[in-house]
């Protein structure tokens, strides 16, 4: 069994910075794309990054230029940090990966719990 743990939400002001981290773990022989979804109160889940495992990134428009995402590929770890937060950031971020385990013939998709990010004065 695979599980992706995810850590450093909370509450900061607009213009803060704040740093998530999602850890991968159980049986995994790989890991392909990973990346970070959030999901605002009444709002559908939508990407916010994606990192794939050679390292390519892709953002949405909305956080260009403010948010970074890395990984570790060792740790099967991976992170999301964000600076210049605005209110409109306020959402519950999602961890997401594929993940190859030695128990099954084709990659599966894996979310963690979520981390409730709220940016207000």
């Known amino acids: 069994q695979v599980q992706l743990v995810e850590s450093g939400g909370g509450l900061v002001q607009p213009g803060g910075s704040l740093r998530l981290s999602c850890a991968a773990s159980?049986?995994?022989?790989?890991?392909?794309?990973m990346g970070w979804y959030r999901q605002a109160p009444g709002k559908q889940r939508e990407l916010v990054a994606t990192?794939?495992?050679?390292?390519?990134?892709n953002y949405d428009d909305s956080v260009k230029g403010r948010f970074t995402i890395s990984r570790d590929n060792a740790n099967n770890t991976q992170s999301l940090q964000m600076t210049s937060l605005k209110p409109e950031d306020t959402a519950v971020y999602y961890c997401?990966?594929?993940?190859?385990?030695?128990?099954?013939?084709?990659?599966?998709?894996?979310w963690g719990q979520g981390t409730q990010v709220t940016v207000s004065s």
């Open positions: 997401n990966a594929d993940v190859k385990s030695p128990f099954y013939v084709r990659t599966r998709n894996y």
């Open positions: 990192i794939t495992s050679s390292g390519s990134t």
């Open positions: 159980g049986r995994i022989s790989s890991i392909g794309t």
